[in-house]
């Protein structure tokens, strides 16, 4: 198999995961109780330019799309035909996605919600 085939078998499981439902609904996250009713605000350097304020609660909502449609590509990889090399390097790049989206567990008011990266020994 190319990696071309990896990268294109990745894809569709990829766009097929964003078009599946959340595995978990929503409703079992929940925020933070100090960041409830809460804002995102990004502020750009350049003081002339207009801030952009988000509901924190949207924010949020956005970050576990993101972890469920990690969590179904994650399954779709699984369960694929590919070869276990193949299988092994695409769940790398998803344990990294899950580390890079560490930032975020600030939001998050169980620990067993939060995003766990790749451990470094």
């Known amino acids: 198999m190319q990696i071309e085939d990896v990268y294109r078998i990745a894809l569709e499981a990829f766009t097929d995961a964003l078009d599946q439902k959340l595995t978990t609904p929503e409703t079992d996250v929940t925020i933070a109780p100090k960041f409830n009713h809460g804002t995102v605000i990004l502020k750009p350097r350049d003081s002339s330019m207009q801030s952009k304020e988000i509901d924190i609660e949207v924010f949020f909502k956005k ?3 993101i972890r469920n449609n990690l969590r179904v590509l994650e399954q779709k990889i699984n369960t694929s035909k590919l070869e276990e090399g193949e299988k ?10 899950y580390g890079s989206l560490t930032t975020f567990n600030v939001l998050f008011q169980d620990n067993d ?4 990266g790749m451990k470094v020994e």
Do not use: A, C, P, W
């Open 63 to 65: 970050i576990i799309g």
């Open 113 to 116: 919600d939060k995003f766990v």
């Open 88 to 97: 092994i390097e695409l769940q790398g790049y998803i344990t990294r996605s």
